[in-house]
């Protein structure tokens, strides 16, 4: 099973994404983890991204098409994976397609989580006060500012792949305002 989860920050593909590779055995693959990994071990990446991820823009398309090629070649990801924050942009996609037919695989589906921007502002801000409720630490672009930055290049930059994926006919859209257990349910109706 390879699937790749789009949508906006917050809009609950991390959650979703979680969820199935418990059900699939599939490993989630997440750029932005990835990338705070880089940051946190100070590779050269990583000081590379850092202070672009900070003001919520996207990192180079090389960078991520490498990290991702490099991962989806791993033991783990023999049966399958799960893309979650990435493609970004449509010549991410497009390495993607050329990624993937090099090595002689194929996406089963794209899916998705729609959502309504002014409730994902209301869901950062609570997932940050829940977090440092439970003594943990934010990340740093859970912020306002690099929030609403993070939108912005969601809609100009990301928001392009709905239509792309459509064309190709994977594109699956899912209610992703709905609680989270139904969008499960829902995930799990397309991929049955
Ligand atoms: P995320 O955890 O998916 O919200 O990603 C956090 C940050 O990592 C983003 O705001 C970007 O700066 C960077 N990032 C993650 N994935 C990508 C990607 N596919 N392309 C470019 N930048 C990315």
Redesign the pocket.
């Known amino acids: 099973m390879r699937l790749i989860f789009l949508g906006p920050?917050g809009a609950g593909?991390?959650t979703q994404a979680k969820l199935l590779t418990e059900r699939y055995g599939i490993p989630q693959l997440?750029?932005?983890?990835m990338?705070?990994a880089a940051v946190a071990q100070a590779t050269e990446v990583g000081k590379r991204?850092k202070a672009?991820?900070d003001a919520?823009?996207?990192?180079?398309?090389e960078?991520?098409n490498e990290i991702?090629s490099d991962r989806i070649d791993a033991p783990d990801c023999a049966k399958g994976f799960i893309l979650?924050?990435?493609?970004?942009?449509v010549p991410?996609a497009k390495a993607l397609d050329r990624m993937l037919e090099e090595k002689g695989l194929k996406l089963d589906a794209v899916i998705e989580l729609k959502v309504d921007e002014a409730a994902l502002v209301r869901r950062m801000e609570n997932r940050v006060a829940e977090t440092i409720a439970a003594g943990g630490s934010v990340?740093s672009?859970d912020n306002p500012e690099?929030f609403k930055r993070?939108l912005t290049?969601y809609r100009e930059k990301t928001a392009p792949l709905s239509e792309y994926y459509a064309g190709t006919g994977q594109l699956k859209a899912v209610d992703g305002m709905a609680d989270v257990d139904t969008v499960t349910a829902e995930i799990e109706k397309i991929l049955a």
């Open positions: 920050p593909k991390g997440s750029t932005g983890d990338l705070r991204a672009v991820m919520g823009q996207l990192v180079s398309d960078i991520v991702v979650d924050g990435y493609p970004r942009t991410q990340r672009d690099a993070r290049e």
